[in-house]
């Protein structure tokens, strides 16, 4: 397996009058046709300034939704390009259609930094199936392909994977700085490093888990899978969330880092309450003295001091996944005092997308991260070691 590290960007190339593709993230939230979030287009910006910068013709693609190989105009890319014109201070050109004459059309008439957007990808039937034949078309409409959707970087799709088989191919910014900042803390971190895991479930993580123990210094879990954990050193939990499944593997995670050094840390007093519901009625206990009837829905204020201090002497350190229920403010101390640490701390910080990143918006403290990934689900599959197939097929520097 060749290493990410070593992937040609959108800077190895001479883009001067070539038609470039660049497969975009542009899969941003939608209300009634209205865009309430333009944040993965301002992402974009970097790469696709560059190619216009550089006299590049430049075509975009990306899918939106799940129009499931229709074509739909509820997920049509025309309000994408509107958008998008704005922020680039120049027009953006619609194609009607993927790959079909209107693509074809107005791909052959672009003038160096110029700008196409083909309509959703997604409305192609081949696309999530990574069509050849589709890819092939892709290949067609230009000279050279630069992959920037991180976000879809685990899908091998014609226009995030195969499309790369017929085409030179590179990486954007964006997905440069993932590799970057993901793929040089596993591969050479400055240490410690100290890894924090939160979410539901043990079972979305066993992979990011067992592959972490062999690189971590310190493994933090917190949420509602520490409950899992909890259970396997026979602590009563109530009825907290539990994989009853994942007693045993708990267990054996824990004492596979105990043998390689590793200290694993789970919370030690927990705030629960009576049921699962944002008012409910709440208190501060030990770990293994939750009440029959009760459920842990956040860390407590001891264990938020233990995972601070772990953070405060990291030299990288890794988050994904909330501590507790984050989004009902009792119980979103957790969450707020494992960001403020990290805020707080001289570490290389890394954040895995989803709640995550959402709870690090809503603090403020988004400029104080070294890097906020841009992929829930590609973020969690690169830190399990596994390979993206959207950066696989991507060109190695010689």
């Known amino acids: 397996m060749s290493s990410a590290l070593n992937k040609m960007t959108v800077e190895d190339f001479d883009v001067k009058g070539k038609k470039v593709l660049v497969r975009c993230d542009f899969n941003v939230k939608m209300e009634n046709g209205v865009i309430t979030s333009d944040k993965r287009i301002v992402a974009s910006l970097?790469?696709?300034?560059?190619l216009i910068d550089n006299g590049a013709k430049v075509i975009l693609c990306s899918h939106l939704g799940r129009p499931k190989g229709q074509v739909n105009p509820e997920f049509s890319?025309?309000?994408?390009?509107?958008?998008?014109?704005?922020?680039?201070?120049?027009?953006?050109?619609?194609?009607?259609?993927?790959?079909?004459?209107?693509?074809?059309?107005?791909?052959?008439?672009?003038?160096?930094?110029?700008?196409?957007?083909?309509?959703?990808?997604?409305?192609?039937?081949?696309?999530?199936?990574?069509?050849?034949?589709?890819s092939k078309k892709f290949a067609d409409l230009a000279e050279l392909y630069v992959n920037d959707a991180f976000g879809s970087a685990h899908r091998a799709h014609s226009s995030t994977a195969g499309v790369a088989e017929y085409l030179p191919a590179a990486c954007g910014y964006l997905i440069q700085k993932e590799i970057q900042f993901i793929g040089g803390a596993l591969e050479n971190p400055k240490r410690p490093l100290v890894a924090i895991l939160g979410g539901a479930k043990v079972s979305d993580k066993i992979g990011?888990?067992?592959?972490?123990?062999?690189?971590?210094?310190?493994?933090?879990?917190?949420?509602?899978?520490?409950?899992?954990?909890?259970?396997?050193?026979?602590?009563?939990?109530?009825?907290?969330?539990?994989?009853?499944?994942?007693?045993?593997?708990?267990?054996?995670?824990?004492?596979?880092a105990e043998a390689k050094g590793v200290k694993f840390l789970i919370p030690v007093d927990n705030k629960v309450g009576r049921e699962y519901a944002p008012d409910t009625e709440a208190m501060i206990v030990n770990s293994d003295e939750i009440p029959d009837g009760w459920m842990g829905l956040d860390i407590g204020p001891e264990t938020q001091k233990i995972f601070a201090d772990a953070v405060k002497d990291a030299g990288t350190v890794i988050?994904?996944?909330?501590?507790?229920?984050?989004?009902?403010?009792?119980?979103?101390?957790?969450?707020?005092?494992?960001?403020?640490?990290?805020?707080?701390?001289?570490?290389?910080?890394?954040?895995?997308?989803?709640?995550?990143?959402?709870?690090?918006?809503?603090?403020?403290?988004?400029?104080?991260?070294?890097?906020?990934?841009?992929?829930?689900?590609?973020?969690?599959?690169?830190?399990?070691?596994?390979?993206?197939?959207?950066?696989?097929?991507?060109?190695?520097?010689?």
């Open 46 to 50: 970097p790469t696709i300034k560059y």
């Open 77 to 134: 890319m025309k309000p994408v390009a509107a958008r998008l014109a704005e922020l680039l201070g120049q027009e953006v050109k619609m194609a009607e259609d993927v790959v079909g004459e209107s693509a074809q059309a107005l791909a052959a008439g672009l003038q160096d930094g110029e700008v196409l957007l083909l309509e959703n990808v997604r409305f192609e039937p081949g696309e999530t199936k990574n069509d050849p034949e589709l």
């Open 208 to 256: 990011v888990i067992t592959n972490l123990i062999d690189k971590c210094n310190t493994l933090i879990v917190g949420g509602g899978m520490a409950y899992t954990f909890m259970k396997s050193l026979g602590h009563q939990i109530g009825n907290s969330l539990l994989e009853a499944d994942k007693v045993d593997l708990a267990k054996e995670m824990m004492e596979k």
């Open 319 to 398: 988050w994904n996944g909330p501590m507790g229920v984050s989004e009902w403010e009792n119980f979103a101390a957790g969450t707020i005092a494992v960001a403020t640490a990290i805020a707080n701390s001289d570490a290389i910080s890394i954040i895995g997308g989803g709640d995550s990143a959402a709870a690090i918006q809503k603090l403020g403290f988004a400029d104080k991260m070294s890097h906020i990934s841009t992929g829930g689900g590609a973020s969690l599959e690169y830190l399990e070691g596994k390979e993206l197939p959207g950066i696989a097929a991507l060109n190695d520097k010689n």
